[in-house]
């Protein structure tokens, strides 16, 4: 079992930034690829970003490509998602997953076994 602590929300104006932190305990972060998932009210859950568990490799939704920055200290066991230009669209609520991987270069968009209670980010134009 992992568990996920999220942390650093809050209410931004657009054009601000705020840093996303995620806390895992349990078993072995090194060995789990993180994600960031967000939901926006009345919408699914999307995906936002992804690491591998080496950190070499990452991936970003187009939305966010450019703007957002997602990174992880497998020491601290923490990931990290620092979001800047932060615009009204990206209010939602954010959460951390996790997911056990073989490789190395493992940035999965779906399959996350363990979630996070979510930080709510928002947004004010």
């Known amino acids: 079992q992992v568990q996920l602590v999220e942390s650093g929300g809050g209410l931004v104006q657009a054009g601000g930034s705020l840093r996303l932190s995620c806390a895992a305990s349990g078993r072995t972060f090194s060995s789990y690829a993180m994600g960031w998932f967000r939901q926006a009210p009345g919408k699914e859950r999307e995906f936002v970003s992804a690491?591998?568990?080496?950190?070499?490799?990452?991936a970003y939704a187009d939305s966010v490509q450019g703007r957002f920055t997602i990174s992880r200290d497998n020491a601290e066991n923490t990931v990290y998602l620092q979001m800047n230009r932060l615009k009204a669209e990206d209010t939602a609520v954010y959460y951390c997953?996790?997911?056990?991987?073989?490789?190395?270069?493992?940035?999965?968009?779906?399959?996350?076994?363990?979630w996070g209670q979510g930080t709510q980010v928002t947004v004010s134009s």
């Open positions: 690491i591998s568990w080496s950190s070499v490799f990452v």
């Open positions: 997953a996790a997911v056990a991987v073989v490789s190395s270069i493992a940035t999965p968009r779906r399959g996350y076994d363990y």
